[in-house]
């Protein structure tokens, strides 16, 4: 199975900052990464998809890059409303599998 | 819209049974697949498997092999998870999520509420 590791657990940072985490898969799934956001009792919710594909409806604040084995996700100027948990995703072959998340909180 | 509306939550005994239930609506349920997914408390999030609403073709997680079952009607466009021999740490939230498309399976852009499963004797 191929292992996603996120790095780091866990992210404080403030309104408006820029934040990246980040996402290393143990071999290579090219593009094949997605992210999504997940807030408590919530389902986990689509935001980037292919590396690098916004999700419809999903604010441009929210980015994603890498290939390979190294990816990252980007928020460029938090807002209330992302403090949440990411996790990482390989579709590249089954099983599929996810990062053990990030979370990200208000500092 | 697109929603998945999935069953409430169930407590069952270990080594027990549960099925839980995920309705589509809002799109051609035969045009997508589903997979399903878990999340333990506090944990992270884990595939089990997906099945075809087209053909019912399934791929299953080898860890669930022999102890899963993914099914649909595409009557009701509805697809179930079977689950047996229950054990405890198989207590977490299950949700179903439509793949994004056929031609690039495992991207999962809605999901079920979720179902709590708790496995207590």
Request: aromatic residues 12%.
């Amino acid at each position: 199975d191929i292992q996603m590791t996120q790095s780091p657990s866990s992210l404080s940072a403030s309104v408006g900052d820029r934040v990246t985490f980040t996402c290393r898969a143990s071999q290579s799934i090219t593009i094949y990464v997605n992210w999504y956001q997940q807030k408590p009792g919530k389902a986990p919710n689509l935001l980037i998809y292919g590396a690098t594909g916004l999700q419809s409806g999903v604010p441009s604040r929210f980015s994603g890059s890498g290939s390979g084995t190294d990816f990252s996700l980007t928020i460029s100027s938090l807002q209330p409303e992302d403090f949440a948990t990411y996790y990482c995703q390989q579709s590249y072959s089954t099983p599929y599998t996810f990062g053990q998340g990030t979370k990200l909180e208000i500092k | 819209q697109v929603q998945l509306v999935q069953s409430g939550g169930e407590v069952k005994k270990p080594g027990a049974s549960v099925r839980v239930s995920c309705k589509a609506s809002g799109y051609t349920f035969t045009n997508y697949d589903i997979s399903w997914v878990r999340q333990a408390p506090g944990q992270g999030l884990e595939w089990l498997g997906s099945i075809s609403a087209h053909n019912a073709n399934t791929k299953y997680a080898q860890r669930y092999q022999g102890r899963v079952t993914m099914t649909t009607d595409t009557s009701t466009a509805t697809a179930y998870l079977e689950l047996r021999r229950l054990r405890s740490d198989d207590t977490a939230v299950y949700y179903c999520a439509r793949d994004y498309t056929t031609t690039w399976p495992g991207i999962f852009d809605y999901w079920g509420q979720g179902t709590l499963v708790t496995v207590s004797s």
